[in-house]
């Protein structure tokens, strides 16, 4: 082979050798086909395998589509980062008593830090075991739920959810409750986005916050305070659990209605809690073995009568800010309520009212009858199923007639003990005498056939008020040991009812306007309606000291002296008009001071037509007694109307010299930030800055050239407008002064042993009681009379009804305070001067003798005095002509001699003819009226007519 590749090639010659023959090649069976099934198979398998990747990407292109469907309106979750939840409004005391919380919702936002993470730990082992680690929908979860919901697809059940904490932050907030699977979607894909727009710690504080967890309470901080009493950082183990158990169904695991289902899955959030290893099992048989003890939350801790208040604070609120901020926006009010003070304006007007149903009321019977013979055995069971009577106070209870004697009868109640709102707890039972003795008022009420109210003799036994079964209201009285004569006496109890006349009572601090105390009523639960308010009723004669101020404005002395008798308007065709002393006499000429101590009505006529009805309804709006006072002589009596609380400011007015006062109930209100958004108008104060934190404007400084000096104390300056002049208005309070000392008001003023100015009074048919009085440091306003206007009856005036109303208040609110004098303005004289065999004080001006007193009918100049502020110092307002009143009837006072009778008069006649002149504002059978969206008492018509005629007075006396 090696020769053969070296030999020469020729040309054409082979490279390889011509091939042999070739061999003969070795035969193959033919292929055998697959079967037929198996080529079906394999077919079928190929076609399934493409309709999958079809089938799936249809699916993706289906799933993509729901996707942008859904997604399209999502909403937008940008709002959580710097979500503000809805926050309930506090109102506080001076003291930091919470008097209410104004809520749509209650919730107390609570930072994440600021929750225990016990607390944590317990919500997210009941709701999201894997909340840590999910990305905001739970994909185990979701199956276990399907597989559950598939094997009781036919029960009827509810589905079961598989909801994260970030789900329930998307339903919860921005999607709402609606159970359809498109919400599912949407839910399950704005989880996804909020799990990847805020942190696990800002969403469990968005879900603690804003669940509701049952009893009216949303987020964990209400619901700890609405279970159990308690702050969060107070609650133990199975608290907490009780807490995390309540998300799922919080009316069937209300601790306070089903004890039993409640305490089950407290314990099952106590495994999970286990299992999750927040606590060990031995934290968890030893939470299992704590007796479930709800607590009954602690409202407002103020006196009852303090809802009154409450209620006007968010009037104002809402007035100021709109509804859903003041209910919504997590405000912090500070009021200016006395909680002390308010309790004795409770108890005094609460006293006071009780005192006249007792003398005018008689006993309306019992408040329900229990019918059982068996009854001396189980009325403790019969007693507890009754339910409390609206309005009864905090230490009356009800109580059964077990036995009635003849001295005595004997009676069984209940006192609630402090766990009595515990599930499963009884209240005690209790029983006690109630001694003939102190039921001698309980005369039985009567009505005749004419529809008048008449009374039966007072009780000679006890089974005369009382019988076996009757359910009444009592009080426990004491035990009282015997002293001297005096017997002992057992512990006891005392026979109540509620009254049906109504009443009401400001008390403020003039220097500030602030309201230390307001009751509106007997009370809130019977009705809302505030008569301190909301009711416009006729002042009557406390209307007087503004008349009499605008006669000291214009130059009148407090001893001048004008006639008193009788005064008669010719109406024309209408008749004469002629008012009366409420004592139906007259004493010829009187001082001033004089009249006003003692209240004459025609005195104050006489004075309103020579001063001129446009000057005393200058001064009326001046003073905010009214707006819009009618310019008659009628309404110088107090013919107007006004509440309870424009007289306060008003009185307030003239204890600070004649300054504008205006009442206010807020001290100032705080954002939920804590920043001070509102206060109101007060003294301006320079070198308080220094001091007062989140001030919201800068106080105004004093005329000075250097910077407040901290270590000196602030100074203020008043800024109030000057409504009357000082000198003038201190004539009057010095004059209102006597007015309790020895006038109308000396039940007010007995044995207080210090200066006080006021005024009695007393509307026509006696259907309005007031008294209005002051010391320099306190301004307080009582008024008594029913809803829908009614006599009180024959003598009864401010001086004898609420005159005692005011003592047992100021009393209780002067102890301890400082005695103070009324200070003099400049350029005043205090002295005194001999009057009808009285020695008589007052103050004059510069130009003004002591004891002097002009011509009876002495001419005045037409000159309008001029404003206080511009008049020179010393110098007197100028007089106005008299008869210049604009609308007021032209008529002429008679000058018969004193204790002389006007023609036409009808003996005995208390009011007059009740007919008003032409312009003159209703009579004083108004009845109360309201702000708008409150139900007022519906008003009755008028019933006191004489001879035609209505005479529209407001004040008797």
Not at 132 to 148: E, F, K, M, N, Q
Not at 329 to 335: E, H, K, W
Not at 453 to 467: I, V
Not at 540 to 556: D, H, N, R, W
């Amino acid at each position: 082979m090696t020769g053969l590749m070296n030999d020469p090639v020729t040309a054409r010659e082979r490279m390889v050798p011509e091939p042999g023959p070739e061999p003969a090649r070795r035969s193959r069976p033919p292929a055998r086909r697959p079967p037929l099934v198996v080529r079906w198979l394999a077919r079928l398998a190929g076609a399934l395998v493409g309709l999958g990747v079809l089938a799936l990407v249809v699916a993706a292109v289906a799933g993509y589509a729901a996707y942008r469907h859904y997604a399209a309106d999502l909403p937008d979750i940008e709002g959580l980062k710097h979500y503000q939840p809805r926050v309930m409004s506090r109102v506080f005391a001076t003291d930091g008593t919470l008097l209410a919380d104004l809520a749509t919702e209650r919730r107390i936002f609570v930072p994440i830090t600021a929750i225990p993470d016990q607390l944590k730990a317990a919500f997210i082992s009941a709701e999201d075991q894997n909340f840590w680690s999910h990305a905001g929908v739970d994909p185990a979860a979701i199956l276990r739920a399907a597989l559950t919901d598939l094997a009781h697809l036919h029960e009827g059940r509810r589905p079961k959810g598989a909801s994260t904490i970030t789900q329930q932050v998307a339903k919860n907030m921005l999607l709402g409750g609606e159970v359809s699977l498109s919400r599912k979607v949407r839910e399950a894909l704005l989880a996804m986005r909020i799990e990847q727009s805020l942190s696990k710690q800002r969403i469990l504080e968005l879900y603690l916050n804003e669940i509701y967890l049952g009893q009216g309470a949303y987020g964990v901080a209400a619901a700890a305070e609405a279970y159990f009493a308690k702050p969060l950082d107070a609650l133990t183990l199975p608290e907490a659990a009780m807490l995390a158990a309540l998300p799922k169904a919080p009316n069937n695991y209300n601790p306070f209605r089903n004890p039993d289902a409640a305490r089950a899955r407290r314990d099952w959030v106590l495994d999970r809690m286990v299992e999750d290893r927040a606590i060990t099992p031995a934290d968890a048989a030893a939470a299992k073995a704590a007796t479930l003890l709800p607590a009954a939350p602690r409202r407002p801790g103020s006196p009852p009568g303090a809802a009154y208040f409450a209620e006007e604070v968010r009037r104002d609120l809402v007035a100021r800010f709109g509804a859903d901020r003041a209910t919504q926006g997590g405000l912090m009010v500070r009021t200016s309520l006395d909680p002390h003070l308010q309790d004795a304006a409770d108890r005094a007007l609460h006293g006071g009212l009780m005192a006249y149903d007792r003398s005018h009321g008689g006993w309306r019977g019992p408040v329900s009858h229990l019918d059982d013979p068996a009854l001396a055995r189980d009325w403790a069971e019969k007693l507890a199923a009754l339910p409390p009577v609206p309005g009864m106070l905090p230490g009356w209870r009800l109580a059964v007639v077990l036995e009635s004697g003849d001295a005595v009868a004997r009676l069984g109640w209940l006192e609630r003990t402090p766990d009595a709102a515990q599930p499963g707890t009884q209240p005690a039972a209790h029983m006690a005498p109630m001694l003939l003795a102190e039921t001698r008022w309980a005369r039985p009420q009567r009505e005749t056939a004419s529809h008048e109210r008449s009374f039966g003799p007072a009780p000679r036994r006890m089974r005369d008020a009382l019988m076996p079964g009757d359910v009444v209201l009592v009080e426990p009285e004491p035990a009282v040991a015997a002293r001297g004569k005096t017997p002992a006496l057992p512990e006891r109890l005392a026979l109540r009812q509620i009254p049906e006349v109504q009443g009401a009572l400001i008390s403020l601090d003039p220097r500030t306007g602030r309201v230390l105390a307001l009751s509106g009523g007997w009370s809130a639960e019977i009705s809302q309606f505030d008569r301190a308010t909301q009711a416009n009723r006729q002042p009557g004669s406390s209307f007087k000291p503004f008349v009499y101020l605008t006669a000291m404005e214009q130059g009148i002395a407090p001893s001048q002296r004008f006639l008193d008798a009788p005064f008669v308007v010719d109406l024309g065709e209408a008749g004469k008009w002629r008012p009366n002393n409420y004592e139906m006499d007259f004493s010829g000429p009187v001082p001033l001071h004089v009249a006003l101590m003692k209240s004459l009505n025609l005195v104050t006529l006489r004075v309103a037509n020579r001063v001129g009805m446009d000057a005393v309804a200058a001064t009326a709006a001046g003073f905010h007694v009214t707006d819009a006072m009618p310019h008659v002589l009628p309404a110088s009596l107090g013919a107007v109307e006004t509440t309870v609380l424009r007289l306060a400011g008003a009185y307030a007015g003239l204890a600070e010299g004649g300054r504008a006062v205006a009442p206010s109930l807020i001290d100032s209100v705080q954002d939920a930030e804590g920043q001070v958004i509102w206060r109101p108008d007060a003294l301006a104060c320079a070198g308080c800055a220094a001091g007062a934190a989140q001030t919201p404007e800068p106080p105004q400084p004093l005329p000075s050239a250097s910077a407040p000096d901290p270590a000196q104390p602030p100074e203020f300056t008043d800024t109030r407008p000057q409504i009357a002049d000082p000198a003038s208005t201190f004539q009057v309070v010095t004059m209102m002064q006597d007015v309790v000392r020895r006038g109308t008001g000396t039940a007010a003023g007995a044995g207080l042993n210090r200066p006080i100015a006021g005024k009695t009074g007393t509307t026509q048919d006696f259907n309005d009681a007031w008294f209005a009085g002051f010391t320099p440091d306190l301004v307080t306003i009582v008024w008594v009379g029913f809803d829908q206007p009614a006599s009180l009856g024959e003598k009864e005036t401010g001086g004898a009804v609420a005159a005692p109303i005011w003592h047992d208040f100021m009393a209780e609110a002067l102890r301890g305070r400082p005695v103070l004098d009324f200070v003099p303005p400049p350029g005043v004289t205090l002295a005194t001067w001999e009057s009808g065999g009285m020695t008589l004080t007052d103050a004059f001006k510069p130009d003004q003798v002591p004891g002097a007193s002009g011509p009876l009918d002495a001419p005045v100049t037409e000159t309008a005095p001029a404003p206080a502020a511009e008049l020179p110092p010393g110098q007197a307002p100028k007089a106005q002509e008299s008869g210049q009143a604009s609308g007021q009837a032209s008529g002429q006072a008679s000058g018969q001699a004193p204790g002389g009778q006007a023609p036409g008069q009808t003996a005995g006649q208390t009011e007059g003819p009740t007919a008003a002149p032409d312009g003159a504002p209703p009579s004083a059978d108004a009845a109360p009226r309201q702000a708008a969206g409150t139900q007022a008492p519906p008003r009755t018509p008028d019933k006191a007519k004489v001879g035609g005629l209505d005479s529209g007075m407001g004040g008797l006396y």
